[in-house]
């Protein structure tokens, strides 16, 4: 009923997707090397993806929540069912990305930094404007990079149980990144800046 190939597993929302795109006919075709049946949900292209996700308009004045909704939904999309999935073959690259948009610590590391750029630079993010952004410069990425990794890893080492929901290297590391390069551009309003910082 899911048009999906033998020993694959899906859940949930995924599944309710999977069946449904028969019907809706939500991807395009993937190439057929990489395709596991039709229409499946890695077909999405970027210009598509980029409309579908309507944070920006639902949270206007919390720039951060808009950025942490595309990153758990590109982690989901991009990271777990094409990267993970489709390219590698495996489970465990995919399990990386689940620290995207679980357990809300990516988020709590994000507000700090939003705290940070507000009491360092007098960013107000909550009310995005170009007259106060930061210069981006290499040193500013350096410090809002710097002290959002650091509250990260204190936090970690803080709370074990942290430590035991990101339990591998490239979980906590993919989280830190993540936090870092949004409070960056956030801050400067510059997307080069923010992956620099990531």
Not at 187 to 196: D, K, M, V
Request: aromatic share 10%.
């Amino acid at each position: 009923a899911y048009r999906m190939c033998a020993g694959e597993a899906a859940v949930a929302d995924l599944s309710y997707a999977a069946k449904h795109a028969g019907v809706i006919q939500m991807a395009s075709h993937l190439p057929a090397r990489r395709a596991r049946g039709p229409n499946e949900p890695g077909g999405i292209l970027f210009g598509h993806f980029a409309d579908m996700i309507q944070a920006d308009r639902v949270n206007p004045k919390d720039p951060a929540k808009a950025t942490l909704e595309v990153v758990g939904a590109g982690a989901m999309l991009f990271d777990q069912i094409w990267l993970g999935s489709y390219m590698s073959g495996g489970v465990g690259f995919t399990q990386y990305a689940t620290v995207a948009y679980t357990d809300n610590i990516l988020d709590e590391y994000t507000y700090y930094g939003m705290d940070y750029i507000k009491d360092k630079y007098k960013v107000d993010w909550q009310n995005p404007s170009p007259k106060d952004k930061v210069k981006p410069t290499q040193d500013i990425v350096n410090d809002i990079a710097t002290e959002v990794n650091l509250n990260g890893m204190e936090q970690y080492e803080q709370f074990p149980t942290a430590l035991e929901s990101h339990f591998g290297g490239s979980q906590r590391a993919s989280v830190l990144a993540a936090a870092s390069g949004i409070s960056v551009a956030i801050a400067t309003g510059n997307s080069n800046a923010g992956l620099n910082g990531w």
